[in-house]
């Protein structure tokens, strides 16, 4: 949460930004562990931040950053983008890589 307040506001990086949203499917190999919904991003109070937890209560220092690629997107003046990201956490007490997986796409609207 310290991290999110001190990040600099979407809005501010982006005056030109009016709605953003998140489209986000949680996998684990071929298996979707959660379908696909909707984070709609509050543009005027959203951080220019964009880490999403790992979808697994048990994963520690988890966690899917995709800070750099929506913001370049954005940077770019893109409607549209999509990505991937792997989760970085671990699982369990022999510590075994935690292999969920993010997939998102972004839809950007500007003014
Ligand atoms: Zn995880």
């Known amino acids: 949460m310290e991290r999110e307040d001190r990040a600099p506001r979407l809005?501010?990086?982006f005056p030109k930004l009016k709605n953003l949203k998140l489209l986000m499917t949680f996998k684990r190999g071929e298996v979707t562990v959660q379908p696909q919904h909707?984070?709609?991003?509050?543009?005027?109070?959203?951080?220019?931040?964009?880490?999403?937890?790992c979808i697994d209560p048990e994963c520690r220092r988890g966690g899917h950053e995709i800070t750099d690629i929506v913001l370049s997107a954005l940077r770019s003046g893109r409607g549209s983008f999509s990505g991937a990201c792997a989760c970085t956490g671990e699982l369990g007490s022999a510590a075994a890589r935690c292999t969920g997986e993010l997939l998102f796409e972004g839809v950007a609207e500007y003014a």
């Not at 984070?39 to 931040?49: E, K």
């Open 11 to 13: 809005a501010a990086e």
């Open 38 to 53: 909707v984070r709609v991003i509050v543009v005027p109070r959203a951080p220019a931040l964009f880490h999403v937890p």
